[in-house]
């Protein structure tokens, strides 16, 4: 465990929290998180700070997934399977990764994005009403392959957004509310957080001290966003989803060229 000023522990808390309620809203709670630690822990290995990184989320997530499950109509089957789905696909991204240089993708993956934010914007009802009925076997199986093994893969191989990306994908293919969406996604995200804190945990890259501290503030946040979703429903989830995908086009645009 690094020494780590006052300041910058209290920075990390603050971060933790407002990434949990970011995080189970609509996804994407690593783009706060895991830069606040990145710039926070200047001098501790890459590889300490993502497996910190993940066992502070996977409370969050989990504590989030807990209070949907409990309020929203949630498939918890389908959603374990397209978890399990997304942890074998993260497990080939992270194989690939090494060999991809991610200059190349970010400029594909601001395209989809700002395709993906015009399409929320131009569609209002996007999102907006639930299923009219059970997910088609096919659907669940396109689910399965886009959301698990697509979205999975892209979160092995680069990662910012993925939650925001199954968000998105679950309410496209599967006709869920945003709201249900935004909780199917907290389960698929418990699985992929546990094969990932398994694999860092063997290794002996996660900073356990810190991870407990930053987890309650994470824990915190997570169960705040939770709640007023299910409480405030698609049309405030909707709006933070679009907010979300400015930031992340936002990031990817920064680290694409300005940070060059």
């Known amino acids: 465990m690094p020494d780590i000023p ?34 926070g822990l200047p001098h501790v290995p890459t590889a300490y700070v993502l497996g910190t990184n993940k066992a502070v989320s996977i409370v969050g997530t989990s504590a989030a997934a807990i209070t949907y499950t409990r309020k929203a109509p949630v498939d918890v089957r389908t959603a374990v399977r397209i978890g399990l789905a997304a942890i074998g696909g993260s497990l080939a991204g992270a194989f690939f990764a090494a060999g991809i240089d991610s200059a190349v993708l970010r ?7 700002l395709g993906v934010l015009a399409f929320v914007l131009l569609r209002p009802s996007f999102g907006t ?14 689910a ?28 496209a293919i599967l006709h869920m509310d945003l709201v249900t969406a935004s909780a199917t996604t907290k389960v698929v995200n418990v699985c992929t957080n546990f094969g990932a804190l398994v694999m860092f945990t063997a290794q002996g890259t996660v900073l356990w001290q810190l991870a ?49």
């Open 212 to 260: 407990g501290g930053m987890a309650l503030f994470n824990l915190g946040g997570g169960l705040l966003g939770a709640r007023m979703a299910l409480k405030k429903g698609s049309g405030f989830v909707r709006g933070v989803l679009v907010v979300v995908v400015v930031g992340l086009v936002c990031k990817l645009a920064y680290d694409q060229w300005a940070a060059a």
């Open 129 to 142: 009403a639930p299923a009219p009925g059970p997910a088609t076997r096919q659907r669940v199986l396109a």
């Open 6 to 39: 006052l300041t910058t522990l209290i920075l990390l808390c603050v971060a933790a929290a407002a990434a949990g309620w970011v995080d189970a809203v609509v996804g994407g709670g690593g783009l706060l998180q895991l830069p606040a630690l990145l710039v």
């Open 144 to 171: 399965i392959l886009v959301a698990g093994l697509g979205i999975g893969f892209y979160d092995g191989l680069i990662g910012p957004g993925t939650g925001t990306f199954l968000v998105i994908a679950l309410a």
């Open 107 to 113: 400029p594909l993956i601001i395209v989809v994005l």
